[in-house]
């Protein structure tokens, strides 16, 4: 038995038993049902949310990832592939991932969180909370080195770094068009933001 709730632009599924659900029983499941096309599901919490793709979003989504191609191969840039993250049932498909080098898969053949040395997420107005909260939380627990969050409907973006003890030590945000300087961290490059378009 689920629960289906649709609230600002998303859907939200809770899974009967969920806490007795593995994550890959739980995406075994979300494999049975019918995703519209056009959105992009993960796991937060334990809980399916399912957010609609904007224009807006994957032109914000393919600024970053272009840029980031200026270092890493195409093969260690990741857009909407399951990632588990630790906590409780965190299988997220995060907008962007970049992979340090020697990045391999586990026995089960996806890319490992130990990995990431990067994520950036492009809030979607009905998901913000996750990106702001559990993920941030995820994140930080697993020393994800930079996470950026870029919010088109506030036109900033917010950059955190030095994770430590499962907070990130060193956070700053700023407005569109301002660059996201992260030649200090395991990125080693700067992202402009003076394409970006706010909603």
Not at 6 to 31: P, W
Not at 70 to 90: A, E, H, Q, W
Not at 101 to 112: F, I, L, M, T, Y
Request: a negative charge; one cysteine or more; proline letters at 5%.
């Amino acid at each position: 038995m689920m629960t289906i709730e649709l609230t600002d632009n998303r859907i939200e599924i809770e899974m009967a038993d969920s806490d007795e659900l593995s994550l890959d029983e739980m995406f075994d499941q979300l494999e049975q049902m019918p995703v519209p096309e056009g959105w992009k599901a993960e796991i937060v919490e334990g809980a399916v949310v399912m957010s609609p793709q904007r224009d807006n979003h994957w032109d914000i989504i393919l600024g970053i990832v272009e840029q980031l191609r200026t270092k890493y191969p195409r093969k260690r840039i990741k857009s909407d592939v399951r990632f588990d993250f630790p906590g409780g049932l965190n299988g997220f498909a995060c907008d962007v991932v970049a992979l340090r080098d020697g990045a391999e898969k586990d026995d089960k053949g996806r890319w490992r969180y130990q990995d990431v040395e990067f994520v950036a997420e492009v809030i979607s107005r009905g998901t913000s909370h996750n990106d702001y909260g559990p993920k941030l939380d995820a994140y930080a627990v697993a020393e994800v080195p930079v996470y950026l969050i870029v919010d088109p409907y506030s036109g900033r973006w917010h950059r955190y770094a030095l994770p430590k003890d499962g907070k990130y030590q060193d956070y700053l945000t700023l407005d569109f068009g301002a660059p996201v300087d992260l030649t200090g961290t395991a990125v080693g490059l700067t992202l402009e933001t003076s394409d970006f378009d706010r909603r």
